[in-house]
């Protein structure tokens, strides 16, 4: 399924013309009276979540006027007929400018290509979707000269570290059989899990740090590509009339990106995940809470046993892992207007122009997982400098704990890492984003010292 013999020898050359933006005082938004959920948009957003999944599953996000338009109508005619796609290209530019292992700059990003298709929107049957995605990685990226865990760009993690091949990362059929219930099959990959609206983008629109964007506990058990099945149940919400979201994963975890992954081993080893979000309105103002637990059959290496391995040479004893997350977000300022049944909910919040809180947490176990805990909590939100309605920012410290069965191997590992990261995303023209970025990460290796990293980034919807 990978179109590894095309190599596309594609470098982006930006020249990244960054201004500087003062963010403007909070001090008005949270003075704003909560605004309580009214009857009409319950019903509204309640109704909008049993369309047979049209809501929750809205196909790629790009540009509403890419770089290369319409095509003379043929992407809205498309569109009317249930075929919506995006080409967008992703440009970083980062360098270790103190401490780290090496100061040094890089230049790195990824070409996607998605599209989905409605079978509603073509008029021929009610609630199904086939989503594709097919992308690649090019260039370098300072990873590794940075020498910190998590790595300061989670762009070059994916599909799989300096490997330039084209990979289908998504190919997946959903069919919504009520307006409550749907199945999914085929290939998927996981960053669509564990999302947060004021903290995901995968790298592309956000935060570059991957400790701000998923659980990095989940980075042992969960590959970047699955192949499997598994359901998408709206279920009743304690905090709203609008429904919650129960997403139900079961898939074959042994995927290489770059392979179909059918062969014999096919299902050997086995991985399980649910994922349950909650849409809340608390002060009246939209948010979110979600929950998720995976578990990998694999055998991992027990870490409590590494030194009767190396030391005894007895052989150490294997077992599964499993992670558990927790991440939020909370607006406490919404603009006048913005906050509506049709924009202010769920999988549309990104949207909102205004400021929300969010933070994560992961913890797993510490005899299998070298990660124990990870932490994030941080500041988002979008246009809150006047005549600058799409521009974006965030800021955020997070923190972590190795498990002491690694850090206790030697005097060179650290028992915590920790970091911040701090973006703003000026949207130059409709198709046009570009990023200034920094960073500071503490590493868990004792000789190495703190990296500082700068870093700007552009984003072209083609």
Known sequence: MTVSDIRLPLRLAAALLVSAAALMPFAEAFAQEPVEETPEQADAAAASAGNLGSGLLSGPRWSPEPLTGDWF????????????????????????????????????????IESQFSSDRAGLWPGGFLDFRLERQFGDFVNKEAGTFPVVNMIGLFPEPDDNSFVISKLMATQFVTEWLGFFIGRFDTLDGDTNNLASGRGRTGFLNPQLAFSPNSVLTTPYVL???????????????????????????????????????????????????????????????????????????????????????????????????????????????????????????????????????????????????????????????????????????????????????????????????????IALTPWLHVTPDFQVTEPFLDGVDTAYVVGFRAKLDL
Do not use: C, M
């Open 227 to 425: 192949n499997g099945v598994g359901a998408i149940v709206f279920t009743p919400n304690p905090f709203l009339e609008r429904p919650a979201t129960l997403s139900l994963v079961f898939a074959d975890p042994q995927v290489d990106p770059g392979d179909s992954g059918l062969n014999n081993n096919f299902f050997e080893q086995q991985y399980y995940a649910a994922e349950w979000r909650f849409p809340t309105r608390f002060f009246g103002l939209p948010g979110s809470q979600n929950v998720s637990y995976n578990y990998n059959t694999k055998e991992f290496l027990q870490l409590d046993d590494l030194t009767k391995q190396f030391i005894t040479r007895q052989k150490s004893s294997d077992s599964g892992a499993g992670v558990f997350s927790y991440n939020f977000h909370q607006y406490v300022y919404v603009e006048p207007g913005q906050d509506t049944a049709s924009i202010g909910y769920d999988a549309d919040q990104e949207r909102l122009q205004g400021v929300g809180v969010f933070g994560r947490v992961g913890y797993s176990d510490a005899d299998v997982n070298p990660i124990e805990w990870s932490f994030a909590l941080g500041l988002a939100g979008r246009g809150i400098i006047p005549t600058r309605d799409d521009d974006t920012f965030g800021i955020a410290p997070y923190w972590g704990r190795i498990s002491r069965n690694v850090s206790d191997l030697t005097d060179r590992l650290n028992r915590n890492y920790w970091g911040f990261e701090a973006y703003y995303n």
């Open 73 to 112: 109508g043929a992407r809205s005619w498309l569109a009317d007929h249930g075929l919506t796609f995006g080409i967008n290209v992703v440009n970083t530019v980062q360098g270790v400018v103190d401490g780290g292992r090496t100061r040094e700059w890089d230049n790195g990003g990824s070409l996607y």
